[in-house]
């Protein structure tokens, strides 16, 4: 009677193993982040209605602009990839780590390039396949006209991909990528305008009830400060604003899963509209400075960021063991049926 009973409870096994062999996936996490800012120009007066700026409109004028990117999977990192320019040329950075799939794969690493820099996408499938994080940047033209050899108009862009679907027991990968400006100059008096488009998407996606994370985020901060040697306070001097505080002008979002998964993709409050090569539409921002000194030195300042980042744990017994385990105890079960005993 033990005897049949065990064999029942081990049918059952490899009837629910055998099932689960179809039924169970393995869990995936993905997670994308990408950001474009374009037609960036600097103008004079209120809105912009005394027209571009020109670099022959400062008496001092210096110019930093700096790329980061870093990517890695598990244990394997490509960081620390960094490209700066101060004379406007255009710049690129990029940080792979595995394959990317689908059409992110034509616009991230060596796809995006100094003579063809990279309109990032949104990946036409998410959550995306494979195991691999890629993140690049981009900085194109200037805000002012007369600068060097650049174009008069600048373009910015950043992409952060972070995909896990096959990694056994915990694994993790995370890429961001960040681009800073640093505009130090004196010479102008008046009110300064700002205006750029920007776009911005972020998502993430976890296996329902899976373990650990998918994350994305984005930043996008411009700021205008007076320096200290001629008697700033560290202030934002850009008139007060939608987006705009004591810091600054700041846009960012999140989207993000956390365990146990849902199964289902998080997206942005406020993504963009997605056009349908999976670029990115665009918002017209336009901001006002506070009236400027000609007399003072002035930094404006601008940071780009996204971050993509996933982390999943297949600890859950494969059904192929599961079934091999059951056959093995079956042939246990037969073996003591078969056994003669002696009195």
Same mark, same amino acid.
């Given at each position: 009677?033990?005897?049949?009973?065990?064999?029942?409870?081990?049918?059952?096994?490899?009837?629910?193993?055998?099932?689960?062999?179809?039924?169970?996936?393995?869990?995936?996490?993905?997670?994308? +982040?990408?950001?474009?800012?374009?037609?960036?120009?600097?103008?004079?007066?209120?809105?912009?209605?005394?027209?571009?700026? +020109?670099?022959?409109?400062?008496? &001092?004028? &210096?110019?930093? +602009?700096?790329?980061?990117?870093?990517?890695?999977?598990?244990?394997?990192?490509?960081?620390?990839?960094?490209?700066?320019?101060?004379?406007? @040329?255009?710049?690129?950075?990029?940080?792979?780590?595995?394959?990317?799939?689908?059409?992110?794969?034509?616009?991230?690493?060596?796809?995006?390039?100094?003579?063809?820099? +990279?309109? *990032?996408?949104?990946?036409?499938?998410?959550?995306?396949?494979?195991?691999?994080?890629?993140? &690049?940047?981009?900085?194109?033209?200037?805000?002012?006209?007369?600068? *060097?050899?650049?174009?008069?108009?600048?373009?910015?862009?950043?992409?952060?991909?972070?995909?896990? #679907?096959?990694? @056994?027991?915990?694994?993790?990968?995370?890429?961001?990528?960040?681009?800073?400006? #640093?505009?130090? *100059? &004196?010479?102008?008096?008046?009110?300064?305008?700002?205006? *750029?488009?920007?776009?911005?998407?972020?998502?993430?996606?976890?296996?329902?009830?899976?373990?650990?994370?998918?994350?994305?985020?984005?930043?996008?901060?411009?700021?205008?400060?007076?320096?200290?040697?001629?008697?700033?306070?560290?202030?934002?001097?850009?008139?007060?604003?939608?987006?705009?505080?004591?810091?600054?002008?700041?846009?960012?979002?999140?989207?993000?899963?956390?365990?146990?998964? @849902?199964?289902?993709? #998080?997206?942005?409050?406020?993504?963009?509209?997605?056009?349908? #090569?999976?670029?990115?539409?665009?918002?017209?921002? /336009?901001?006002?400075?506070?009236?400027?000194?000609?007399?003072?030195?002035?930094?404006?300042?601008?940071?780009?960021?996204?971050?993509?980042?996933?982390?999943?744990?297949?600890?859950?017994?494969?059904?192929? /063991?599961?079934?091999?385990?059951?056959?093995?105890?079956?042939?246990?079960?037969?073996?003591?049926?078969?056994?003669?005993?002696?009195?």
């Amino acid at each position: 009677m033990k005897t049949n009973k065990l064999t029942a409870v081990i049918s059952s096994v490899l009837i629910g193993s055998m099932a689960s062999t179809t039924a169970m996936a393995d869990p995936v996490a993905s997670a994308q +982040s990408i950001v474009t800012v374009e037609n960036f120009q600097l103008f004079k007066g209120a809105g912009g209605v005394d027209g571009q700026l +020109s670099a022959n409109d400062f008496t &001092s004028l &210096s110019v930093s +602009s700096t790329q980061q990117t870093v990517a890695s999977v598990g244990l394997t990192a490509n960081g620390g990839v960094i490209s700066s320019s101060s004379t406007g @040329e255009t710049t690129v950075s990029n940080a792979v780590v595995g394959t990317p799939t689908g059409n992110v794969a034509s616009k991230v690493g060596t796809n995006n390039t100094v003579a063809s820099p +990279s309109n *990032f996408v949104v990946a036409n499938t998410f959550p995306m396949t494979g195991n691999f994080s890629a993140s &690049s940047s981009n900085d194109v033209g200037s805000p002012i006209s007369d600068f *060097f050899s650049s174009a008069p108009t600048a373009i910015v862009r950043n992409a952060s991909y972070a995909s896990l #679907d096959t990694f @056994e027991g915990v694994a993790g990968t995370s890429t961001n990528s960040s681009l800073s400006a #640093d505009y130090t *100059f &004196s010479g102008l008096s008046g009110v300064m305008n700002l205006q *750029f488009d920007a776009g911005a998407y972020v998502a993430a996606f976890l296996s329902a009830t899976a373990e650990q994370f998918a994350s994305a985020v984005y930043t996008i901060k411009f700021n205008l400060t007076e320096d200290l040697s001629t008697g700033g306070t560290g202030l934002s001097l850009l008139a007060a604003g939608a987006n705009i505080n004591a810091l600054g002008f700041l846009l960012g979002d999140t989207a993000s899963d956390v365990a146990p998964g @849902e199964g289902a993709t #998080d997206l942005g409050l406020a993504n963009s509209l997605v056009n349908l #090569d999976g670029t990115l539409g665009t918002t017209h921002f /336009s901001l006002d400075t506070v009236a400027l000194d000609a007399t003072s030195l002035y930094h404006l300042t601008a940071n780009i960021t996204t971050t993509a980042n996933v982390e999943r744990v297949n600890n859950v017994p494969e059904p192929e /063991s599961m079934l091999m385990l059951g056959l093995g105890l079956l042939g246990f079960v037969a073996s003591r049926k078969r056994t003669v005993r002696f009195a």
